[in-house]
């Protein structure tokens, strides 16, 4: 999930702040960063939104980055 974390600091948001922003539990954001769960489609979109970038960008296929 390196380019989800990219994006964040690039935005200059903390990750509290791409949740509330999302609607996303921060402590499910976090998990989702991490690795260490997976995101539904509706919160990649969310997430994708806040940060002004495309779900494919943020969330390779396949363990492929976009």
């Given at each position: 999930m390196?380019?989800?974390?990219?994006?964040?600091?690039?935005?200059?948001?903390?990750?509290?702040?791409?949740?509330?922003?999302?609607?996303?539990?921060?402590?499910?954001?976090?998990?989702?960063?991490?690795?260490?769960?997976?995101?539904?489609?509706?919160?990649?979109?969310?997430?994708?939104?806040?940060?002004?970038?495309?779900?494919?960008?943020?969330?390779?296929?396949?363990?492929?980055?976009?």
């Amino acid at each position: 999930m390196e380019a989800l974390k990219q994006a964040v600091a690039a935005a200059g948001l903390r990750l509290i702040d791409v949740a509330d922003l999302a609607g996303v539990d921060p402590t499910v954001l976090s998990k989702i960063v991490n690795g260490r769960r997976a995101a539904p489609e509706r919160v990649k979109g969310r997430i994708a939104r806040v940060l002004g970038k495309r779900v494919k960008e943020l969330f390779p296929v396949d363990g492929q980055a976009a």
